[in-house]
Each structure stands twice: as structure tokens, then as C-alpha cells.
């Protein structure tokens, strides 16, 4: 009887808060800029206080959480049910990274995350040899592009661009490199990138620098100059606890879920305010308007993802573990990772699996009605949607943009409050809370999932379902840039 009495209160507690029948249109009202904006500006207060940033591993990360479990599980825990799902991985920190150039000069870098260690106290100090410009099959990406050149003992000058970074490394470490300088791309700031975890101990220590400094050694060493460059990589790594945080609505089916899901973390090298405090705020929001409604027949779940700029690490573990079942009772993902660069583009996640399809068009449908240049993009392996295209579940969902020229502050210190198109994030916001209402009520025309089931006694299978994921994993960590396209900024 007190079991049943304590359930009683708690329905009636819900109850109390949800007296109107949810729409779409009430949704939409909910989500208002000014909370949107106030959720930007206490993560980077957050970030502030804590070092500077947000991310795996780091007192921010616990300090967002914090912030996000205050409201979900605080201040609404009688309208949502809230838990952690716990995970381990490699942490990795680079405290001190440092280039000295060919005449004594301090150059100015970046390091990657998961960088690995030159000797120390004093790093490496070698002859920096060149190799030749790629812009095909990207530089250093194939075995051909280092024919003739004996890197043994010295450091490699490398093009940043087109294959996985780790690739160039790995290439550089194999034939006896000392370290790598890697010269970015593209004009501006070098951006970060993550190297993977799995590469520990295989590739070749290395610091990014500037398209111009890069161009300007390039030259001096075809013109036959010895170049003696110093690198110093102060790296160190250890398995640290992180975790996701799930708030589901009280309300609708659990064999019918619709999920929303945005990373809680950000990059080591700044406070992640759009790379993706603007999907963590808008996702939010849209739960707080959720509260206040009932007569949906779905049940909504709301996803923050832990260690994603790691290489998605929490939403794989996640989708990773799920049972035939589980994965069964999702019938649709939406993704929100970088919802208001400073200046947007409004691509709609829309790709093979024909699920993806009613859920992309209410996204796109929004924007297009709200006078923006909306068109579908498809999926790549950098964001948190690549475990559920795995499982064949339904996605979609919504992107601005990362790097120049839509977020020239991508995965940089400038990635603050000052780096968020106010507009994109609100209509972008709506738009996500549209697409959760109108799923709440009706999954109408959204099929189940895309699946293969593997047979538990065929240990090939079972063999090829584990390989699967591990490439999966490894992928995203290599192209991870949080775009729609997996061939961006790598």
C-alpha cells in the first residue's frame, strides 16, 4: 500500500504541472531565445571557472552536468525520469606543446587530441625534411607519397587534408620520423582534431601550425636550406569515468520513443559554446516546454552525450549496448551538434535508410517556411547519429556548420558567447521542438528500423558484429568535425 500510495503522489505531482494537451505550436512558443541564450552564457561561465573548456575527463564536463541534472532531475523530477549511464575511456591531455623554429623563433601551435609524447624534458631537435603536396589523395596518405624519402631521425613537414591525420602519422612513425609538424590547409587558425585513442604509441608526435609558416619552411627547403626545428609534445593519458545523462518524458508509449540527442562536452581548447552548448541549450529548452503538456501518445527521451569530441564515445557505448529490443522501441533519432554558427547554413540531415525521411522533411519544412535556405545534407561519421545509422534507426536532424566559413572559431578558444547566431540557434530550436512534438503525438509513416539479425551462436557473426562498431569507433574519431560531411576540416 505505501508503494502504491508513494506512485499515486507522484502521478498527481505530474499531473498538477501538465494541464494542457501538447501541440507543436505550444512547443514552438516554449522554446524562447532569451532561455536559450542564458543556458549559452552559465555553460561558458562554466568553462570560465573551470580551466577554460568543458570537456571528457575535466571538472567542466562535471560542472555542465551539473547544470543540466539541476533542471531534469531537480527541479523536474516528478515530470521526467532521469539516469546516468556510466562508461570508461582514455583520457589524454597535452600539458605542454611548444615548436622551435629554424632561426630561434617561438611558433605558434595546436596540438591534437591524443597526441602523442616526444622524449622529455627537452623534445626532439632534427632536421625538418620535406614531402611532397598531395592534393588528390592528400598528403602522406599513401605509401606512393613517400617514395625516395628517408624521414629516419628527422622531422616530417606534412600538408594537413584529405585522409585521416593519423594515417600522415603513422606513415611518419613507421619510417623512423622523430615527430611531425603538420601545416594546416587552409588559411586562419589551425583548428584541433582528434587522433583516436587506438592510436597510442603508433604515430609520430606532432604540432600544427599555420598554413603560412608551413609554405614559407617548404620553400626555404626546396631552395636547399637545412632547416633544425625543436618539437616538444608533453602528453599523458589514463582511463577516466565520463557518462551520458537520458531524461524521458513520464508520459507515452516506451515501445514508441522518439529521441533528441546534442554532446555535453566540448574540446580541451575552449568552451564549446556552439560545438555544442547551442544542441545541449536547444535540447533543453525543448524538454522544459515538454513539461508543461500531456495527451502525446510517444514517449520523448532526451539524450546528452559525454566524450563525443573523443570520438563519440558515448553515444557508441550507448548505441553499442543496446539490446534487439531496445534498439526496436526507437523509432526515431534526431541530432543537434552545432546549431548556431555565427554564420549558418541550414543543412537537414537526411540519408539512405527511407525512415530518415518524415522526420527531415518537418525539419526542413520549418526552416523553409521561416525564409531560410534550407536543403538536406547527408550523414558522415562525425557526430553523435553514427551508432543509430548503425542500428538501421530513423535519424535526422540539424547543422550550421564548423570551420570557415561558418565557424571560423570551430574547436578554438574563440568558441565562446560571441560565436552563436542568436537566430539560428532559436529558429533551429523550434524547428527541433516542432519535429519532437509532432512525433510525440503520431510516428504515422515512420517505419521500423532498418535490421540484420545476427545469429548468437555464429561466432563469424558475432566476430563481424564486434569489428562493426570497432570501425565505427575508429571513423569517427579520424573524420571527427562534427559535420554532415566526413571529409571536412580533417
Known amino acids: 500500500?505505501?508503494?502504491?500510495?508513494?506512485?499515486?503522489?507522484?502521478?498527481?505531482a505530474w499531473q498538477s504541472f501538465a494541464t494542457e494537451l501538447l501541440t507543436p505550436e505550444k512547443i514552438e512558443a516554449g522554446v524562447k531565445q532569451v532561455d536559450?541564450?542564458?543556458?549559452?552564457?552559465?555553460?561558458?561561465?562554466?568553462?570560465?571557472?573551470?580551466?577554460?573548456?568543458?570537456a571528457f575527463g575535466l571538472p567542466g564536463y562535471k560542472a555542465s552536468s551539473d547544470y543540466v541534472l539541476e533542471r531534469v532531475q531537480t527541479r523536474f523530477g516528478d515530470q521526467f525520469d532521469t539516469t546516468l549511464q556510466y562508461f570508461n575511456h582514455t583520457f589524454e591531455q597535452t600539458r605542454d606543446i611548444s615548436v622551435t623554429g629554424p632561426d630561434g623563433e617561438d611558433v605558434p601551435v595546436i596540438t591534437l587530441t591524443y597526441n602523442n609524447a616526444t622524449p622529455m624534458p627537452g623534445g626532439v631537435?632534427?632536421?625538418?625534411?620535406?614531402?611532397?603536396?598531395?592534393?588528390v589523395t592528400g598528403s602522406g596518405c599513401e605509401a606512393a607519397d613517400w617514395e625516395g624519402i628517408d624521414p629516419t631521425g628527422k622531422i616530417v613537414l606534412i600538408k594537413r587534408g584529405t585522409c585521416a591525420i593519423y594515417i600522415k602519422l603513422r606513415f611518419a612513425k613507421d619510417l623512423g620520423a622523430l615527430g611531425a609538424i603538420l601545416w594546416h590547409q587552409v588559411d586562419g587558425v589551425?583548428?584541433?582534431?582528434?587522433?583516436?585513442?587506438?592510436?597510442?604509441?603508433?604515430?609520430?608526435?606532432?604540432?600544427?601550425?599555420?598554413?603560412?609558416?608551413?609554405?614559407?619552411?617548404?620553400?626555404?627547403?626546396?631552395?636547399?636550406?637545412?632547416?633544425?626545428?625543436?618539437?616538444?609534445?608533453?602528453?599523458?593519458?589514463?582511463?577516466r569515468e565520463s557518462w551520458n545523462i537520458f531524461s524521458e518524458t513520464k508520459e507515452g508509449?516506451?515501445?514508441?520513443?522518439?529521441?533528441?540527442?546534442?554532446?555535453?562536452?566540448?574540446?580541451?581548447?575552449?568552451?564549446?559554446?556552439?560545438?555544442?552548448?547551442?544542441?545541449?541549450?536547444?535540447?533543453?529548452?525543448?524538454?522544459?516546454?515538454?513539461?508543461?503538456?500531456?495527451?502525446?501518445?510517444?514517449?520523448?527521451?532526451?539524450?546528452?552525450?559525454?566524450?563525443?569530441?573523443?570520438?563519440?564515445?558515448?553515444?557508441l557505448y550507448y548505441t553499442s549496448h543496446l539490446s534487439e529490443e531496445e534498439a526496436d522501441k526507437i523509432r526515431f533519432?534526431?541530432?543537434?551538434?552545432?546549431?548556431?554558427s555565427p554564420f549558418p547554413v541550414y543543412?537537414?540531415?537526411?540519408?539512405?535508410?527511407?525512415?530518415?525521411?518524415?522526420?527531415?522533411?518537418?525539419?526542413?519544412?520549418?526552416?523553409?517556411?521561416?525564409?531560410?535556405?534550407?536543403?538536406?545534407?547527408?550523414?558522415?561519421?562525425?557526430?553523435?547519429?553514427?551508432?543509430?545509422?548503425?542500428?538501421?534507426?530513423?535519424?535526422s536532424g540539424l547543422f550550421t556548420g564548423a570551420g570557415a566559413p561558418t565557424d571560423p572559431c570551430y574547436h578554438l578558444a574563440c568558441d565562446d558567447t560571441s560565436n552563436i547566431n542568436a537566430e539560428a540557434l532559436t529558429l533551429n530550436a523550434k524547428a527541433a521542438g516542432v519535429a519532437a512534438a509532432k512525433f510525440a503525438l503520431?510516428?504515422?509513416?515512420?517505419?521500423?528500423?532498418?535490421?540484420?539479425?545476427?545469429?548468437?551462436?555464429?561466432?563469424?557473426?558475432?566476430?563481424?558484429?564486434?569489428?562493426?562498431?570497432?570501425?565505427?569507433?575508429?571513423?569517427?574519431?579520424?573524420?571527427h568535425t562534427c559535420s554532415h560531411k566526413n571529409n571536412n576540416l580533417v
Open 333 to 340: 533519432y534526431f541530432n543537434y551538434d552545432m546549431i548556431g
Open 190 to 239: 589551425p583548428n584541433s582534431a582528434t587522433l583516436d585513442a587506438s592510436n597510442i604509441g603508433l604515430i609520430a608526435p606532432v604540432a600544427v601550425v599555420a598554413k603560412s609558416v608551413g609554405e614559407a619552411w617548404k620553400a626555404r627547403l626546396a631552395a636547399g636550406e637545412e632547416l633544425i626545428v625543436n618539437l616538444l609534445v608533453d602528453s599523458v593519458f589514463e582511463e
Open 1 to 12: 500500500m505505501k508503494a502504491a500510495a508513494t506512485v499515486a503522489v507522484a502521478f498527481f
Open 347 to 395: 543543412a537537414v540531415y537526411k540519408g539512405d535508410n527511407p525512415g530518415d525521411a518524415p522526420g527531415a522533411q518537418i525539419l526542413l519544412d520549418y526552416l523553409l517556411a521561416k525564409g531560410k535556405p534550407a536543403y538536406y545534407g547527408g550523414f558522415g561519421t562525425g557526430s553523435d547519429y553514427v551508432g543509430f545509422l548503425q542500428l538501421g534507426i530513423p535519424s
Open 125 to 135: 631537435t632534427a632536421p625538418l625534411i620535406d614531402t611532397p603536396v598531395n592534393d
Open 36 to 54: 536559450l541564450e542564458r543556458n549559452l552564457w552559465n555553460l561558458n561561465q562554466i568553462a570560465k571557472k573551470n580551466g577554460g573548456n568543458r
Open 442 to 479: 503520431s510516428l504515422d509513416g515512420v517505419p521500423p528500423r532498418i535490421k540484420t539479425t545476427i545469429n548468437r551462436r555464429n561466432k563469424m557473426q558475432i566476430r563481424a558484429e564486434f569489428a562493426k562498431w570497432e570501425h565505427a569507433a575508429q571513423e569517427a574519431a579520424d573524420t
Open 253 to 315: 508509449d516506451p515501445n514508441n520513443v522518439v529521441m533528441l540527442g546534442a554532446h555535453l562536452d566540448g574540446v580541451q581548447q575552449g568552451p564549446g559554446i556552439n560545438d555544442d552548448g547551442s544542441g545541449t541549450s536547444g535540447i533543453l529548452e525543448i524538454l522544459t516546454a515538454f513539461r508543461h503538456y500531456k495527451g502525446f501518445k510517444n514517449k520523448v527521451r532526451f539524450a546528452w552525450w559525454g566524450a563525443e569530441e573523443s570520438g563519440l564515445i558515448g553515444s
